[in-house]
């Protein structure tokens, strides 16, 4: 049996920052130049990014919380050390990891009981035991429930977690697998005249996002819907390796996002998908070998508007086919590996995904590494 999602959840920290407010403050930012105070504009302007999501309130215009990340009176940004970034992951992850979660099961019309695995993913943050044991606690699963966490894979993470999940339930039928993922972004922005660390400050935000898999065909969302992971794929990029990359620093971790990300992506992101195209068990599976179907359905992940429009570009996409990533781009940005599931969530709930119909799945990690999925919808009931 193909091992399938059957209910997306989401949850998101209070605090919602306008794009503007957020461009606002960096550029106030002391010892800028009028060309740094520049480049922050653009980054900030040409995001197609709305509003983004912080567990850090004092970020928000007019905030007068003390704060290690920023001076209530002068609003200056401050570089706290890692272990007090670290401390704020360890405070606030586990509830965003366990809202996803009831969201999922809740969607899922599953009972937490009947969960048999976990699996967590995250790379903004570090603790034990860890988000994956929480989980069993706070939520009240079986404590016999099988655990495993998969730390620093990036913004693609949710892929190569769901397809843990695939090959849990190809190994056992009547397991029925947690995914959650949960990604603290902002406890790592700081202010630079660095053009690569303005992009980064300019899109990433916070926000978790869960699925339930199972291999039973009786379940489904609410909505009648369920999205069959048919396969995976994962290509390394030839020249991506120093474009994106993720360490760990004194002051925070140090995101890595160069301009040659979206020229990498444009360059080699349809050979990359040829295979995951290319490897139709049956004939009904898809197009022609390296093809997508004629009317695919696409879930990118929004690792900035410049690698959408590349991938849309590269793959000769129709001007809608990635509505859904730029939507959540544009209300969320950049949740790093939460945020494919935040669109494939819309795709469980789309009226327009009819039974049947194939979805591409893809997401970007440091290396520059392409992760990808071949999923089917199916809408028997709705």
Request: hydrophobic share 45%; glycine share 8%.
């Amino acid at each position: 049996m193909t091992a399938s999602i059957v209910g997306i959840g989401t949850a998101v920290p209070q605090t919602t920052l306008a794009q503007t407010e957020v461009r606002d403050l960096f550029a106030a930012q002391p010892g800028l130049d009028r060309v740094t105070r520049r480049i922050i504009g653009a980054a900030f302007d040409q995001s197609a990014i709305e509003t983004r999501h912080t567990v850090l309130p004092e970020l928000a215009s007019g905030s007068t919380v003390a704060s290690p990340f920023i001076d209530a009176e002068t609003r200056e940004i401050a570089l706290p050390a890692t272990g007090v970034r670290n401390d704020v992951y360890v405070r606030e992850a586990p509830a965003l990891f366990a809202a996803a979660a009831r969201d999922a099961l809740r969607r899922a019309r599953v009972d937490p009981a009947d969960i048999t695995h976990v699996v967590t993913a995250s790379c903004t943050g570090f603790f034990a035991p860890g988000p994956d044991f929480r989980l069993v606690r706070d939520l009240g699963l079986s404590s016999s429930v099988s655990r495993e966490h998969l730390g620093f894979l990036g913004c693609a993470a949710a892929l190569p977690a769901l397809r843990s999940a695939a090959r849990i339930c190809a190994a056992d039928p009547t397991a029925l697998v947690l995914v959650v993922c949960a990604e603290l972004c902002s406890i790592h922005l700081r202010p630079s005249s660095d053009a690569d660390q303005i992009v980064s400050s300019a899109v990433f935000a916070d926000g978790a996002a869960a699925a339930i898999v199972s291999a039973s065909p009786s379940l489904t969302s609410r909505g009648g819907a369920r999205l069959e992971l048919d396969r995976f794929t994962t290509a390394i990029t030839e020249d991506g390796e120093s474009a994106m990359g993720w360490t760990i620093g004194d002051h925070g971790f140090e995101m890595t996002l160069t301009a040659e990300v979206p020229r990498v992506v444009g360059r080699e992101v349809r050979a990359a998908l040829g295979r995951l195209w290319g490897e139709a068990s049956d004939s009904s599976a898809g197009g022609a070998d390296g093809e997508p179907t004629v009317d695919e359905h696409w879930a990118v992940h929004p690792g900035g508007r410049s690698i959408l429009d590349k991938v849309e570009a590269a793959c000769g996409l129709a001007p809608d086919a990635l509505r859904h990533s730029r939507d959540v781009l544009h209300d969320y940005g950049n949740m790093s590996s939460a945020t494919i599931l935040f669109i494939l969530q819309r795709m469980l709930e789309d009226p327009h995904a009819t039974d049947g119909a194939r979805l591409t799945a893809v997401a970007f990690a440091p290396g520059l590494t392409v992760e990808s999925a071949r999923m089917t919808v199916r809408a028997d009931v709705r």
